[in-house]
């Protein structure tokens, strides 16, 4: 999968899957924009390919700006991957507090929406381009005590399936990845208990690694991936019961 000369943005990707990722893309020779509100973890790149930029995935200024700043230094944007996520607190519905909500679903849903939304400028204009959003087994599945992650990610994987069937006329393709539990600092987020329900629903009985993730989000960035659009791909080692 050689994507020498393309040109590739990736959200959330001071570590973890977005980590995992833009090297990957970068070792296959894309140009990558890294896009993360941690600044401190964007620091200290020995990658000559990436081009690290901060921002809020919330706010449209700051991604319109972001995806801006990609295509007037390289001229255009062909891999756009929404990685950036969050996992919210791990409580029952009946516990959580409004902005447990509406947090999770600005950076998990919305966030991913301004990207799309910007990056199809680009691409509409170029006729070209693929798109891959990062959601979860958990918009496929729910899991308890993650009522807003759960809802984030059903939510990615039907916005997945629309701006799919909206640009399927041109070589600009759209879809997603639905990962179970993944050794990530999001893990970090939620609790011990939740995390050994997560693990305890894989057949594989292990979680998976970044860069496992990373594999099948590169393939679906490449032209070997030219006639499928609007799907989701599970990598939730034999979760996925649909």
């Known amino acids: 999968m050689d994507l020498t000369g393309r040109i590739a943005l990736v959200t959330g990707a001071a570590r973890g899957i977005g980590l995992a990722t833009s090297e990957l893309l970068a070792e296959r020779g894309a140009a990558v924009a890294r896009v993360d509100q941690d600044a401190a973890g964007l620091d ?10 901060v921002a809020d995935v919330t706010s449209s200024a700051e991604v319109a700006a972001a995806v801006g700043e990609v295509v007037s230094l390289h001229g ?3 891999i756009l991957v929404n990685n950036a996520g969050v996992a919210g607190r791990s409580l029952p519905t009946w516990e959580l507090e409004l902005e447990d909500w509406s947090s999770v679903l600005a950076i998990n849903l919305t966030g991913t929406f301004l990207f799309i939304r910007a990056a199809l400028v680009p691409m509409r204009a170029q006729g070209y381009g693929r798109i891959v959003n990062v959601a979860s087994i958990a918009g496929k599945e729910g899991n308890p005590n993650a009522v807003p992650y759960s809802a984030s990610k059903a939510g990615v994987i039907g916005l997945t ?3 799919a ?6 070589d600009l393709l759209v879809n997603c990845v639905t990962p179970a539990v993944i050794t990530t600092p999001l893990l970090d987020q939620v609790s011990a208990a939740h995390l050994e329900y997560m693990l305890s629903k894989i057949p594989m009985r292990r ?3 970044p860069v496992e993730v990373a594999r099948l989000i590169a393939w679906l960035a490449s032209d070997e991936a030219s006639f499928t659009t609007g799907a989701v791909f599970d990598i939730s ?3 996925a019961t649909y």
């Open 161 to 163: 399936k629309a701006v």
């Open 165 to 170: 069937k909206e640009v399927a006329d041109l």
């Open 207 to 209: 979680a998976g690694d």
């Open 44 to 53: 200290g790149s020995t990658q000559a390919r990436f081009h690290d930029i």
């Open 76 to 78: 255009r944007l062909d």
């Open 237 to 239: 080692g034999g979760r």
